[in-house]
């Protein structure tokens, strides 16, 4: 008999989880104003909110946690990370910053102006926030198809190739850089192939201009690259991951991510003029170079974390985690973004709750159905988070409406995964009803979805 599949690692140590009453995640849920985010963790059974800094370390990382050199200026842990860096992106420079944002506020406060445009694929709501609150425009040019979520097709977080040489035909004068998020976690965790950001990198060289890749999943990316591209099938994932980052000029990375630490970003690039102007604002925003808002320890174990998740057993076993629950989904009938992508689902709410109106925001209301059905907090991804328009201030509803239910690396078990399948399945099956979704009562300006304050209309 064939053997199943199972982990690439064991459990050393293990974090308890409470489970509650459906009464008590009631009160709870109109405490927190039926935003998922205001929870406090101990109300959560399974949190499907975020895969952001949610990674459990491993026995090599914390290990490596103890040679954390705490010094303020020439960190030994700073050189090892960067070390590490250099070798798995090629790129020679580099800045930590405390995550992701912070290595885009600080690469964007030296190459983003007011009228800059900034074309890209789906670009990440921080990544858009940074752009758009420097009153400039970040320009969408992923391909027609990654909207519609029932299509498979295997790299459906591309770049269309038309739309950024239009865009650089039209714009080319206001274009700073173009930025290809990998994966493309906007449209549904949803990669790119290698021959994508080759086409990406012969628009840019004929336009003179850079690359930037936003790297949160470059791992995941690399991962799906060697699955499912032609050529690539005996390729190693750091050969993988080096041949992208080679089409690149620079990287903004989340390191919460594919860096399985709990805390950590960096901007990564070749260019010492982009270095030495983004040097300009780590100081002031993070901190010195050689920590820029990390903790020795911190980088020591981002350096191992970065090694080992560029190894294929480690990506396999996530992977296989998300496929196992999209296929719980594929029992049930419930439709989310096919094919899976790397780090979570997206349920297309949209299709789930048919009857309530957009203005009702489905995908969010949806959440808080999932959440006080069994303790799992997802996350909606849908027109909360798309913000209004920063002209019209309208909402902004032409893009998906979506559920994502993250899942955490190396944190649970694939028993986790059958309870928020069957969580789901109670809901989807009374789908018909719930005709009445919320209404926001109160909201910040922008990123609104962290902070929105909700009222339930069922
Ligand atoms: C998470 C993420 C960011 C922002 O990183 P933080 O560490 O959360 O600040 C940027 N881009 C992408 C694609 C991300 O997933």
Redesign the pocket.
Known sequence: MELPFAESWRIKMVEPIKKSTREEREKWMKEADYNLFQLRSDQVYIDCLTD?GTGAMSDRQWAAVMMGDESYAGSSSFFHLKETINKITGFEYVIPTH????A?NVLFSHLVKAGSIVPGNSH?D??KGHIESRKATALDCTIDEAKDTQLEIPFKGNVDPKKLEKALAEHHENVPFIIV?ITN?TAGGQPVSMQNLREVRAIADKYGKRVVL?S??FAENAYFIKTREEGYADKTIKEIALEMFSLADGMTM?A??DGIVNMG?FIATRHEDWYEGAKRFCIPFEGYLTYGGMNGRDMEALAVGLDENTEFDNLETRIHQVEFLAGLLDEYGIPYQRPVGGHAIFVDADKVLTKVPKEEFPAQTLAIELYLEAGVRGCEIGYILADRDPVTRENRFGGLDLLRLCVARRVYTDNHMRVIAAALKNVFDRRNEITRGVEIVWEAELMRHFTVKLKKLF
């Open positions: 952001s995550q992701g944002r912070a885009e990440f921080t990544t998020t976690n936003d949160a999943r989340s919460k991510k970003g």
